[in-house]
């Protein structure tokens, strides 16, 4: 059983930061992809940035040179820097990780709400 906790979601005025993190902890192979997804209401669920086990990373469009992934392998953690936040970027964001087994596994999400 692997669990993702989610966490550094709310609220918060257009052209703020904001700093999510994701651990995993539990019973699981070695991590090796990482990523962060989102979903607005009436939205399809979408991806936001990935990270593999090389630190290649990968940004959608909309987000490129606002937001940075990262990863510290120590504590199964990845993160997710948000910086000059819209508010189009309002949305449920969810931490997804894949193992060496090719098991994929969700977290629970967390709010990002960015006011105008």
């Known amino acids: 059983q692997v669990q993702l906790v989610e966490s550094g979601g709310g609220l918060v005025q257009a052209g703020g930061s904001l700093r999510l993190s994701c651990a995993a902890s539990?019973?699981?192979?070695?991590?090796?992809?990482m990523a962060w997804y989102r979903q607005a209401p009436g939205a399809q669920r979408e991806l936001v940035a990935a990270?593999?086990?090389?630190?290649?990373?990968n940004y959608a469009d909309s987000v490129k040179g606002r937001f940075s992934i990262s990863r510290e392998n120590a504590k199964n953690t990845v993160y997710l820097q948000m910086t000059s936040l819209k508010p189009e970027d309002t949305a449920v964001y969810y931490c997804?990780?894949?193992?060496?087994?090719?098991?994929?596994?969700w977290g629970q999400g967390t709010q990002v709400t960015v006011s105008s």
């Open positions: 997804n990780v894949r193992d060496a087994a090719y098991l994929r596994y």
């Open positions: 990270i593999d086990s090389g630190d290649t990373t």
């Open positions: 539990g019973s699981f192979f070695k991590i090796k992809d």
